[in-house]
């Protein structure tokens, strides 16, 4: 939830981390439409606005296609297929998130109809297994749900699993394997989703490099946050993935930003004539940035007990919200000029001091469970006053809540 202290709140919510064609689409039609009807517009803004807006709806093989229903792909071209390739398959954020996730997209015509969904984890089981342990979050998140039951029949055939280590060599060439048997003779575009934890990444990424890119189409590979447990961690991951792969090829993912809370308060913000010039220390208090989850650690213990709620949350979802919170507009929405604009907020941020800070620890609600560890300091509860020393924010406090267990999710 993020509330202005003076303003009305403000519902809404999320932004993709790297060519976000959607957000795009939206922000420069909503922009068209105001300068029309404010005829404010001028020739030659019009026209760059308009250059930029076929740049962005005919990407090149660079970046990833812009959704399409499959009636439509299937009209241009019957020789192009897609693979996604999800690594660390049977783990939580897989079975709540991502798949869930593919199954929406597939529901809704934007995966073709032949895609081929490959899970692999070390855990032994078969196909139907991962069909069976899937299913129960699968859900039609559509309002008239027509042909739901045959849709997800049809998403469960097309899903796979293979099983092996992160660093094995042999299970990614069995994987690549099985890929180029479900994908046959025709052109194959190839995803690669890293669920899996960040010691694992560099093993998993080398492999996959080596073992499982296709030569007949584009590869491309996704990781979640946290990229590293500090600066040179994380210096040391990017630079091998950038040994394996190009940088259009990579894509950073945070979860949380692909809500329609910050797509929505971006756009009100850019595209809003009213609420842009309000948008500083002149006409606000304070902000006020809160994430609870009323679920705990739960089946995550030993991977929190590494991070803790600021590497798990605050350093990613908490301080790119208030990046693209608080940000200067950019020059333009490629990817580099927001990054800019981001890092500018993030080196404005004022050193913290103890006193702004409060960390607490949720009470385990069961003990007995293998992976909760009762006798650790690691908080799961995190709240501050953050400061952003800039012309803009001077002297406007960011007051930060997030935690786990806590009474209500929002």
């Known amino acids: 939830i993020l509330r202005l202290i003076s303003l009305p709140a403000i519902d809404g919510s999320v932004f993709a981390f790297k060519r976000s064609t959607t957000f795009c689409q939206k922000f420069f039609g909503l922009r068209f439409w105001l300068i029309e009807k404010l005829n404010l517009q001028k020739p030659n803004r019009r026209e760059r606005l308009g250059h930029e807006s076929s740049r962005i709806i005919s990407q090149g093989k660079d970046q990833l296609p812009i959704a399409v229903s499959s009636q439509e792909k299937a009209l241009e071209d019957k020789s192009e297929t897609q693979s996604l390739h999800v690594v660390g398959a049977t783990g939580e954020l ?230 693209l919170f608080a940000m200067e507009a950019p020059i333009s929405l490629d990817d580099e000029d927001v990054r800019k604009e981001k890092v500018k907020v993030l080196r404005s941020i004022r050193k913290f001091e103890p006193g702004d800070i409060i960390l607490g620890q949720c009470k385990a609600s069961s003990p007995d469970k293998v992976d909760v560890y009762s006798n650790n300091l690691t908080p799961t509860f995190f709240a501050a006053a953050m400061y952003i020393d800039n012309a803009r924010w001077d002297g406007v406090p960011f007051l930060i809540k997030a935690g786990m267990g806590l009474i209500k999710h929002r």
């Open 94 to 323: 897989a079975i709540r998130k991502i798949f869930p996730a593919l199954f929406a997209l597939y529901y809704s015509g934007f995966l073709p109809e032949n895609v081929g969904i490959f899970g692999y984890s070390r855990k032994n089981i078969t196909d139907d297994d991962l069909r069976s342990i899937i299913v129960s979050s699968l859900t039609c998140r559509i309002d008239h749900q027509q042909n739901c039951k045959d849709k997800m029949d049809a998403f469960l055939s097309r899903t796979y699993y293979l099983n092996g280590g992160y660093n094995n060599i042999e299970g990614m060439k069995k994987l690549n394997e099985r890929m180029e048997t479900v994908e046959g003779e025709v052109e194959a575009n190839r995803i690669f989703y890293l669920s899996i934890p960040q010691e694992a990444l560099s093993d998993v990424s080398s492999s996959l490099a080596d073992n499982a890119q296709t030569s007949k189409g584009w590869n491309r590979i996704i990781i979640e946050k946290p990229f590293g447990l500090d600066a040179q961690s994380s210096y040391q991951l990017t630079q091998l993935l950038l040994s394996k792969f190009e940088e259009k090829q990579i894509y950073r993912i945070d979860h949380l930003l692909g809500k329609n809370l910050i797509e929505n308060l971006t756009v009100l913000r850019f595209s809003n004539l009213v609420f842009e010039p309000l948008w500083s220390r002149t006409y606000i208090r304070s902000v006020q940035v809160i994430l609870s989850e009323e679920w705990g650690v739960e089946t995550r213990g030993r991977y929190f007990d590494g991070y803790g709620i600021i590497r798990d949350i605050v350093h990613s979802h908490i301080l790119q919200t208030i990046a």
